[in-house]
Structures are given as C-alpha cells and as structure tokens.
C-alpha cells in the first residue's frame, strides 16, 4: 500500500518530456518532487503563471509572487506571467497537456465528485469545474477507500459532480487504474503487497482484474 | 491625455452607493485593492454585491467589508479562508454565488470585450448548469454564461500613469486587468502613479482607456496568505 508520496512517484511516472503540467492542491502538488531527472516539463499555476518554481528561500518571500493554493514561490528561467482569463483560455483550448488533481470520489463513467459535501461548509469548486471539463489528460490522485472502509471508486458519485465523463486513469494507495470508454474500472496495476482481491473488494464500480496483475515499479 | 488622477480612494469610491454591484481584483489576499476596500469600510455604503474570485480573511481583505456587513451577496469561485463569511452563510444574512473559476474570469473578459455572453464546458452536467442554455458545437456540450454587468471595478496595479495606463507586477496581476476592462466604472489604485511618458507603451497590460479613476496608495500590507519557504542548504 501506498502513502501519499508513493501515489505522487507513480504518477509522476506519467510525466512525459516537454509537458506542460496543471497540479492540484494536496497529493497533486507533491508530484513536482518526484518527476525524473532530464525531464523537462512546465508547471501551469491557475492564478496565471507558467513554469512554477520552488518555495522561495526564508527572507525572500514576495507576496506578489503565489500559486493558485496561496503558497509564497518562485518563477523560473523562461517562466511567464498573465491574467486569469488567458490562464482559463490555455486550459479550455487544451494547450495544457496534464493535469493531476484530487478527488473525493470517482465513477465508472468517469464522473468526479471533488468540490462539495451537502451539510458541510461549501468551499467552491476553484478552477476545477474549468479543469475538468476541457483538459485532454486528467490523472486523478485519491484515496481507494475512505475512514470508514467504503470504496471512492463507485458506480454512480453520490456528491454532487465537478465534471462528467471526464476521468481516464485514477491512481490511489492500492493500484493504477484506467476508466474505459464504455464504461468499468481497467486494473492496471497493483501496489507494492497489494493483491488483486484487495483491490476487488475495495473497488465498488464496476472492475475489469486479469488474474495476473504487474506490480507498481517506483523506481 | 486625459487626466484620470483623483486625490486618494475616498474621493475615488466617493459615488459608489448602497445595492450597487462591484468586481474587486485579486486572487486569494494577492493583488487586493487595499486602499478602496478600507474607503468602502469608512464609507460603510452596504448592500453590495461583490464579483471577486476569493473573500479574503477575517481581518483583511473583503473580509473587512464582510465583518461590517456591508456585503448581500458574494460572487466568487471559492471562499474557504473565512470564518464570519462562513457564519453569515450559514445563517442566511448572506448570499453565495459559486462560479467555476475559469467562468468568472471569461465573464469579465466578455464585458471588456463587449460581447453578451460565452460558450464554456465548465459545470456541463453539474448543479452550475441548473437553468441554464446548453448548446452543443462539434459534439460537445456548452454553458452558455452571460457577460457580467457590474457597476464599478476595483483593481490594483504596481504602476500606472494619469492616463489611466497599468502595469502589473508578478501574479498579483490575476483578476485585475479582465475587471478592469469590465466595469462601467473602473478604479485603479497603484503604488507607483507616474506622468504619462514614463511608462513604456509596450509594456502597458491595461490600456488607459478601461480606467477612469487613478490614484496612488501608500503603504501596502500585502499580506501573504501562505507563507512557504525552502531552507537554504
């Protein structure tokens, strides 16, 4: 089994040379740690700024240089600044080939439910409605199941939506999972330790298992 | 040139009226229009109508406009940072307009480029879609959102000149050239108000044109919301 450092190396594995990269708050972000050596890619902070660097150092914090979570960076080489509506503009027209963002749970259509919890404090749904519904490539980084046992990975959300029919691969603490055109969960591969019956159990939406299912490889 | 200068944010919001609808700058505490939002405070004009992506903190930022209660309704993508505007919510003195973030920018862009409305795939299939047109081109769905019609724009920039020009300064650009563009009155505060000719034409991010009010602010907090930091090795 995974910890949220182990989902972020997988999925960092997803990252090709010359990407450009949205990250989400949470598991998202700490995929920037682990993406290879010679790999070059750009990360795309939604407040509008393109090639995200990192925290700045203790005394050099600028409080006009943040990323789309509030938190104090730095910019890079070749990095570039602009507004908000040319930040949605790259997002909607596809110019960003990832995104990797969190969620609370997932269908086997390929719904996400990540933004809204009825009889909770409703936070807003940020830019992930924008993401969502326009990115080519969204990788979901979650929890299979939840505190109290119940699979995330579901037939049909029972939170009210951030996007529909949108979702293609979905990595959580126990396997690597696609999201078929016609609808089921592909079991891609399995966590460290983790066998193909743990994963049955704990997937409630439909799941496709070969028998033999290859072991993560994190390295 | 025309001059767009006025003494300081008083006299700049000084017709600003209660129930009106105002766009403020910003994204989280960064880029705020620091100045005109204590003028709102001491003006204590109340009923507003607030288009803004964030609602500050509990004591800073619209937050203070919050506290007062001078707000009726906040049109925002994500307001999670505040516990009075949470209590108000939840007490219904409040009233919350979730918009999809990418939505709200276009909405303002829309304005400033003076078209009525836009397509966007966010919130197709979610409750944001509630009662609204979907149309389809090229096999997929989209919201029809209306252009925003707000009354005055408030936004903040590190230069301008009196000609109304602006310059921002790093991501605290965010919101504040799209608002600027979009309100029937726009308001810029800036830290460094400057004679036109000392900016380069070049590289002005928001023509004068967009700002009838100009003025310089003194003394920014600029607050930081998130302090993270790296040691140094």
Same mark, same amino acid.
């Given at each position: 089994?995974l910890?949220?450092?182990?989902?972020?190396?997988?999925?960092?594995?997803?990252i090709?040379d010359?990407?450009?990269?949205?990250?989400?708050?949470?598991i998202?972000?700490?995929?920037?740690?682990?993406?290879?050596?010679?790999?070059?890619?750009?990360?795309?902070?939604?407040?509008?700024?393109?090639g995200?660097?990192?925290?700045?150092?203790?005394?050099?914090?600028?409080?006009?240089?943040?990323?789309?979570?509030?938190?104090?960076i730095?910019?890079?080489?070749?990095?570039?600044?602009?507004?908000?509506?040319?930040?949605?503009?790259?997002?909607?027209?596809?110019?960003?080939d990832?995104?990797?963002?969190g969620?609370?749970?997932?269908?086997?259509?390929?719904?996400?439910?990540?933004?809204?919890i009825?009889?909770?404090?409703?936070?807003?749904?940020?830019?992930?409605?924008?993401?969502?519904?326009?990115?080519?490539?969204?990788?979901?980084?979650?929890?299979?199941?939840?505190?109290?046992?119940?699979?995330?990975?579901?037939?049909?959300?029972?939170?009210?939506?951030?996007?529909?029919n949108?979702?293609?691969?979905?990595?959580?603490?126990?396997?690597?999972?696609?999201?078929?055109?016609?609808?089921?969960?592909?079991?891609?591969?399995?966590?460290?330790?983790?066998?193909?019956?743990?994963?049955?159990?704990?997937?409630?939406?439909?799941?496709?298992?070969?028998?033999?299912?290859?072991?993560?490889?994190?390295? | 040139?025309?001059?767009?200068?006025?003494?300081?944010?008083? /006299?700049? =919001?000084?017709?600003i $009226?209660d129930?009106?609808?105002? !766009?403020?700058g +910003?994204? *989280?505490?960064?880029? %705020?229009?620091?100045?005109?939002?204590?003028?709102?405070?001491k003006?204590?004009?109340?009923?507003?109508?607030?288009?803004?992506?964030?609602?500050?903190?509990?004591?800073?930022g619209?937050?203070?406009?919050?506290?007062?209660?001078?707000?009726?309704?906040?049109?925002?993508?994500?307001?999670?940072?505040?516990?009075?505007?949470?209590?108000?919510?939840?007490?219904g003195?409040?009233?919350? /307009?979730? =918009?999809?973030?990418? $939505?709200?920018?276009?909405?303002? !862009?829309?304005? +400033?480029? *003076?078209?009525p409305? %836009?397509?966007?795939?966010?919130?197709?299939?979610?409750?944001?879609?509630?009662?609204?047109?979907?149309?389809?081109?090229?096999?997929?769905?989209?919201?029809?959102?209306?252009?925003?019609?707000?009354?005055?724009?408030?936004?903040?920039?590190w230069?301008?000149?009196?000609?109304?020009?602006?310059?921002?300064?790093?991501?605290?650009?965010?919101?504040?050239?799209?608002?600027?563009?979009?309100?029937? =009155?726009?308001?810029?505060?800036?830290?460094?108000?400057?004679?036109?000719?000392?900016?380069?034409?070049?590289? %002005?991010?928001?023509?004068?044109?967009?700002?009838?009010?100009?003025?310089?602010?003194?003394?920014?907090?600029?607050?930081?919301?998130?302090?993270?930091?790296?040691?140094?090795?």
């Amino acid at each position: 089994m995974l910890d949220k450092n182990g989902i972020a190396r997988r999925i960092a594995k997803e990252i090709r040379d010359g990407y450009y990269v949205n990250l989400g708050i949470g598991i998202p972000t700490l995929v920037a740690n682990y993406i290879p050596e010679g790999v070059n890619v750009v990360l795309q902070s939604e407040n509008g700024l393109l090639g995200m660097g990192p925290f700045p150092f203790e005394g050099e914090e600028d409080p006009d240089m943040i990323n789309a979570g509030k938190q104090t960076i730095t910019t890079l080489p070749g990095s570039s600044i602009f507004d908000s509506a040319m930040s949605f503009g790259m997002i909607r027209s596809q110019k960003i080939d990832l995104t990797i963002l969190g969620a609370m749970e997932v269908s086997e259509n390929g719904d996400i439910a990540n933004w809204k919890i009825p009889g909770k404090m409703v936070k807003g749904m940020g830019g992930a409605m924008d993401l969502v519904a326009s990115a080519k490539n969204i990788i979901v980084a979650m929890q299979h199941v939840n505190k109290a046992g119940e699979s995330k990975l579901l037939p049909k959300c029972t939170l009210p939506l951030t996007g529909v029919n949108c979702i293609r691969k979905v990595v959580t603490e126990l396997a690597v999972l696609d999201i078929l055109p016609e609808g089921g969960f592909r079991l891609i591969e399995r966590a460290p330790g983790v066998s193909v019956d743990f994963i049955k159990q704990s997937t409630s939406g439909k799941l496709f298992a070969e028998a033999d299912v290859k072991e993560m490889d994190l390295n | 040139m025309i001059n767009k200068r006025v003494s300081d944010a008083d /006299e700049a =919001i000084r017709d600003i $009226t209660d129930g009106q609808t105002i !766009m403020l700058g +910003g994204f *989280g505490l960064c880029g %705020i229009p620091e100045k005109c939002i204590a003028a709102l405070v001491k003006k204590g004009v109340k009923d507003l109508t607030c288009i803004s992506n964030n609602a500050g903190v509990d004591d800073f930022g619209i937050g203070l406009l919050l506290k007062t209660r001078q707000v009726k309704k906040m049109v925002s993508s994500y307001v999670g940072e505040n516990a009075e505007f949470e209590r108000q919510l939840l007490s219904g003195e409040l009233e919350v /307009e979730l =918009i999809p973030q990418g $939505t709200l920018a276009t909405r303002c !862009m829309a304005a +400033g480029y *003076g078209m009525p409305a %836009i397509f966007t795939p966010a919130g197709v299939g979610t409750e944001v879609a509630e009662g609204k047109e979907v149309r389809n081109f090229n096999g997929k769905d989209y919201l029809m959102e209306y252009a925003f019609d707000a009354d005055f724009a408030i936004v903040k920039a590190w230069k301008g000149d009196t000609a109304g020009n602006l310059i921002f300064r790093s991501t605290s650009r965010n919101f504040n050239p799209v608002m600027a563009m979009a309100g029937k =009155i726009t308001i810029a505060e800036v830290e460094e108000l400057v004679e036109p000719g000392e900016l380069d034409p070049d590289m %002005i991010h928001t023509p004068g044109v967009y700002v009838h009010r100009i003025f310089q602010g003194s003394d920014y907090e600029k607050r930081i919301e998130q302090r993270t930091v790296r040691p140094r090795s």
